[in-house]
């Protein structure tokens, strides 16, 4: 891959960025070829150079969630959670401070990981830049349900060990 500066000069003028006319620029984005100014619009990429706005574009291709995706997501979330949560919260708690923790540490991160497959599944694989905010509501939302009925799961180590390290490893994945 070849990083392309496009330092400029074409016919010899002096190049003023394209957001910043009184800007003086040797830049061009290296996608759509306006001039940019160094201080606040080039953004460096692996590939070079590029205006705000065509990062934009590109994210906008990579974040391809429709309107219903989010809560989609959210709901998934929810039922998994509301489903999940009881059972390893039954057992974690009953397994002892030490031995529950450790457990709890081997089979959180699998469990998030495949929440968030479960996830990523429902929405046919498009990514949303909020998606993983609405599958964190959905989650809190179905937690506040479990702990309604099972108070005591608050005070057990084993089960918020679970709980977040399930949590972040859901979130990280769906990013
Ligand atoms: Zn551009
Ligand atoms: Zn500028």
Redesign the pocket.
Known sequence: MTVDLNIVDDDGGTLY????PE?E?LLRCNRCNKP??V????VQTDVGYRCKECIRSVQDKYYNAEGRDNWVALGVAFVVTLIAMPIAGLLLSRLGLLFGGLIALLIGSTAGTILAQLIRRAVNKRRGRNMRWFALAGIVLAALVVVLFMPYLLFSLPALIFGVVAVSATLSFLR
């Open positions: 960025c394209a957001n910043h800007t620029t940019i100014c201080e606040k619009c080039a």
